[in-house]
């Protein structure tokens, strides 16, 4: 099954879930994007599914997923990269039990703190 | 899901943060000249420049002013959680190349100034060493990037025995890589571009 559109919510879901990972601190557009909304910009409002981005996969099979975060120095970063994709595929699995595997989910670490 | 590994790069390609000031000037070099406390005219006459260093002087201060960890009690004055949040932000300018970590196909992936941050504090642990630039690049695998080799460029301490101390920086490198960060690495290349003062006994290496 290829889902051809995804929840609404997802996203929304997908971020609140890895940001409230323990050694995640936050997640993207991190601390310069903020800065720069405060201080010089009028950014639109940066909700909470900033640091996460949905696109089709090229040929238009499936959904990419991309993560990106800033992890806490005291895990090992690799370990939070792959605690931030399985809650992030639970995420999907619930929302989508159908097409969970027509989903990729990809995590970038931006930064350690 | 696949175990397919294209780097992902659509959005966080090198400098894609990074911001031109109408005065021609990059964001991240009028920052790093000014954590450099450089001597530059330019910074002191420029608005555009005076304007960005300003937002970073409050940063700087709201960020002293934090306590949100409480892991943090041996760090009083919050000088090093603003030490690390102000690393974050500059990393975030200047990120590099995505590199893989785990194992291969996780899809999983670190900035490249992000990680070689880390392997450069790694480096400094070994007494009277002091690193400098740290580049890492992957080696191909399979199509897809695959683990790292590490460039790494250190001052030494003049009376150090080098090859006894470039092997005790590879080690703790590579430990860095594998223990902290859990990124594959290849090779790890030293190389000593200076000899400084100060004595390979010290308690401290160059970390700043």
């Known amino acids: 099954m290829n889902p051809r559109t995804l929840p609404g919510t997802l996203v929304q879901e997908i971020a609140r879930a890895v940001a409230d990972l323990p050694d995640v601190a936050f997640l993207r557009p991190g601390l310069?994007?903020?800065?720069?909304?405060?201080?010089?910009?009028?950014?639109?409002?940066?909700?909470?599914?900033?640091?996460?981005r949905v696109t089709r996969r090229t040929g238009g099979a499936g959904w990419q997923v991309e993560i990106q975060l800033?992890?806490?120095?005291?895990?090992?970063?690799?370990?939070?990269?792959?605690a931030a994709r399985s809650a992030a595929e639970e995420r999907i699995a619930a929302a989508l039990p159908d097409g969970r595997d027509d989903v990729r989910v990809t995590v970038v670490v931006t930064g350690l703190v | 899901?696949?175990?397919?590994?294209?780097?992902?790069?659509?959005?966080?390609?090198?400098?894609d943060d990074d911001e031109r000031l109408p005065c021609g000037r990059l964001l991240s070099q009028v920052w790093e000249a000014w954590e450099d406390r450089a001597d530059d005219p330019h910074l002191r006459t420029c608005p555009h420049c005076r304007e960005a260093l300003g937002e970073l002087d409050r940063l700087e201060s709201a960020v002293r002013g934090l306590r949100a960890d409480p892991a943090d009690a041996d760090d009083p004055d919050g000088s090093d959680v603003a030490r690390r949040v102000m690393d974050v932000v500059r990393l975030e300018l200047?990120?590099?190349?995505?590199?893989?970590?785990?194992?291969?196909?996780?899809?999983?992936?670190?900035?490249?100034?992000?990680?070689?941050r880390s392997l450069r504090a790694a480096a400094e642990t070994v007494?009277?060493?002091r690193a400098g630039s740290c580049r890492l690049r992957p080696a191909p695998r399979d199509g897809a990037p695959g683990p790292v080799e590490v460039r790494l460029e250190i001052h030494a301490p003049h009376d150090a025995a080098l090859p006894a101390l470039a092997e005790q920086v590879r080690a703790r490198v590579r430990d860095a890589a594998d223990s902290a960060l859990g990124l594959?690495?290849?090779?790890v290349d030293i190389r000593i571009t200076d000899l400084v003062d100060g004595s390979a006994d010290d308690q401290e290496g160059g970390a700043r």
Do not use: I, N, Y
Not at chain 1, 37 to 52: K, L, M, N, Q, Y
Not at chain 2, 94 to 115: F, K, S, T, Y
């Open chain 1, 32 to 52: 310069a994007g903020r800065l720069r909304s405060a201080f010089s910009r009028t950014d639109p409002d940066t909700g909470p599914a900033d640091g996460v």
């Open chain 2, 127 to 129: 007494p009277g060493v």
């Open chain 2, 184 to 187: 594959p690495v290849l090779a």
């Open chain 2, 1 to 15: 899901m696949t175990a397919h590994t294209d780097p992902p790069t659509a959005r966080s390609g090198a400098a």
């Open chain 1, 70 to 82: 800033v992890a806490r120095s005291r895990a090992r970063t690799a370990d939070v990269a792959r």
């Open chain 2, 94 to 116: 200047r990120p590099g190349r995505p590199l893989p970590l785990g194992e291969p196909g996780e899809d999983l992936w670190v900035m490249e100034a992000v990680a070689a």
